[in-house]
């Protein structure tokens, strides 16, 4: 593509089957990033890789099947994205996932079992698979998409609120490791949070035409905001969380 703003960078993006993926997936490749996909949904992955690709033709966007909740295979998928293009320059993380319950005392603890799995341990792996390369490339960035509800949870989302302050927790440590290696010089590579109340995409204005989503992130706002990060310098966003919400 020649011209965009992140032209010749390498970015995965985990959990990129779904309408935040999809998103990320387009603006991505429509900034000139070489883009490699991941998601537990092959047909799902393969429609979002494909409506990138035409949305961009010239653009090089593919999709891989991994299992995030192995580190062997998460640390595989990375050592084939940096053997296969030579870098790798940012790590979207977008494997989502929601439960709740009525009130605190009804929660299920089985909703943590999940929750746990889905937004700290694909964290885990994908953070400590990336960190290295993240670390070589001159715009490395680790992006975590995390809720307000991680700041200000609410009795019936202990599990969702819990789990998403774990993945923060996690993230702001890679923070401080990139922090650390800048040096006296600062970070050359990033870990940031976007934040957001709940998001919102046009499947579901359809199914609900008079909801207002107040508050709600779109997802190609979401989208904007991620290749966002890549506009700044890294020490402005190492270890930031960037609100796209009204903070609580």
Not at 64 to 74: A, I, K, P
Not at 104 to 112: A, H, S, V
Not at 187 to 198: D, F, H, Q, R, Y
Not at 235 to 244: I, K, P, Q, S
């Given at each position: 593509m020649g011209n965009g703003m992140l032209d010749g960078?390498?970015?995965?993006?985990?959990?990129?089957?779904?309408?935040?993926g999809r998103a990320a997936l387009l603006r991505l490749a429509e900034a000139g990033a070489t883009v490699v996909g991941s998601d537990n949904d092959p047909e799902r992955l393969a429609e979002a890789v494909d409506a990138a690709r035409y949305a961009h033709g010239g653009a090089t966007v593919t999709?891989?099947?991994?299992?995030?909740?192995?580190?062997?295979?998460?640390?595989a998928w990375a050592d084939r994205i940096e053997e296969e293009f030579g870098r790798v320059d940012g790590v979207v993380h977008l494997v989502?996932?929601?439960?709740?319950?009525?009130?605190?005392?009804?929660?299920?603890?089985?909703?943590?079992?999940?929750?746990?799995?889905?937004l700290?341990?694909?964290?885990?792996?994908?953070?400590?698979?990336?960190?290295?390369?993240?670390?070589?490339?001159?715009?490395?960035?680790?992006?975590l998409i995390s809720?307000?509800?991680?700041?200000?949870?609410?009795?019936?989302?202990?599990?969702?609120?819990?789990?998403?302050a774990a993945a923060e927790a996690w993230t702001l440590a890679m923070a401080?490791?990139?922090r650390k290696a800048g040096g006296e010089q600062g970070?050359?590579?990033?870990?940031?949070?976007?934040?957001?109340?709940?998001l919102v995409h046009d499947a579901m204005r359809a199914e609900r035409p008079n909801a207002k989503f107040a508050g709600f992130t779109d997802v190609r706002d979401l989208?904007?905001?991620?290749?966002?990060?890549?506009?700044?310098?890294?020490?402005?966003?190492?270890?930031?969380?960037?609100?796209?919400?009204?903070?609580?």
């Open positions: 960078a390498v970015i995965a993006v985990a959990g990129a089957g779904g309408p935040a999709g891989e099947t991994v299992d995030l909740l192995d580190l062997g295979s998460t640390r989502g996932g929601w439960r709740g319950s009525q009130t605190f005392t009804k929660t299920d603890l089985g909703d943590w079992d999940l929750l746990e799995q889905l700290i341990r694909t964290v885990q792996h994908t953070s400590l698979a990336f960190h290295e390369a993240l670390q070589r490339s001159d715009r490395g960035r680790y992006v809720a307000a509800g991680a700041s200000n949870p609410t009795a019936g989302n202990a599990a969702y609120s819990a789990a998403k401080d490791f990139f970070p050359t590579s990033a870990a940031a949070i976007l934040v957001v109340k709940a989208a904007e905001a991620v290749a966002g990060v890549w506009e700044k310098p890294a020490a402005e966003v190492n270890g930031n969380r960037l609100w796209l919400t009204e903070k609580p």
